[in-house]
């Protein structure tokens, strides 16, 4: 599971240009069955053998993460940038960063997001907004415009790094630690016979989960299961508004959600000793289960949630047991058949 996390969370993958995440799915997938992409950047596996004329199960997260693009070069070679997803502005100033620069080719070029420093604030000035940010790439201007084009992504950076006991840090396991947590299902799935299987790890959740929805229409699963994050608790949280890291992954309850999916996803973590908590949602679930569950005539979904502190930030933190047992409850559920 570690070794798949830190392939995924390595590579680029910000929302509608997630060509780098994609190879990385579909080297990860290939052993697994016929990978193909779509027209939106998601990417398809249908695993063998294929078992027509059972339950078709969609196991799916989202490949892609927030970011930025570039909007403007100044004349002085400052890079303006506009968020791509929901990035959380109190944690950007002097945040470093990596410009994908597509002006010569594919270039990565470092760069620091700019901070007033505290010795000329008046102690009253707050972050500016995320759609006003500027990135220093210690560039002219006239080297900028050549490198760069407008729309470039800009991800923040924060590679994968084990803390202490199973946690690990990094600026994109939203969502790649559902990833790895569904090509982790899909492996255990491999000899099921109770079931034909696809995985989709897909597009643009982060903008509107258009890959989602379009992946669910050309896949036409019976069932599906997504794997998305949630919030874990920290030392300032509401209790009732997280979840534990450690504990196992959260099964959600909402109105879109088939509420006997989340009740076999109890009972079989239940029957199997598979540590979970549950996730109360009395409205939209704000993932990609809620476009999957309207597809074509409507799909019956449930959802699990990996518990993770610090979401959109360049240090978001996950416990891989979580990601371990969500792999283990969707492939006991699975095995053990759907009706």
Known sequence: MLNDLEILCAAPGVSGDEGGAAEAAEHLLSPLGEVTRTPLGSVLCRMKPARAGLPHVMLTAHLDSIGMMVTQI??????????????????????????HATGGGRETLPGVILATPPHLSDGKSIPPKADRLVVDIGMSAETARRKLNYGDRITLDG?????????????????RAGCAAVIGAAKLLRECAAA???????????????????????????????????????????????????KGPMIGFAPILDRALSRRLTETAQKHGIPYQTEIIGSRTGTDADFIAVSRGGVRTGLLSIPLRFMHTAGEIAALCDLEQTARLLAKTIEEGLS
Request: charged share 25%.
């Open 74 to 99: 100044t004349d002085k070679g400052f890079v303006k940038a506009a968020p791509c997803g929901g990035l959380d502005r109190r944690s950007l100033s002097g945040a470093r960063v990596t410009v």
């Open 159 to 175: 590679p994968l790094t084990p803390l202490l006991g199973d946690r690990v840090a990094a600026a994109s396991l939203d969502d």
């Open 196 to 246: 034909e299987i696809s995985v989709a790890l897909v597009s643009q959740e982060e903008v509107g989960s258009a890959g989602a929805a379009t992946a669910a229409y050309a896949l036409a699963p019976d069932f599906a299961f997504a794997v998305d994050v949630s919030f874990g608790s920290t030392p300032d949280d509401r209790p009732e508004d997280c979840a534990e890291i450690g």
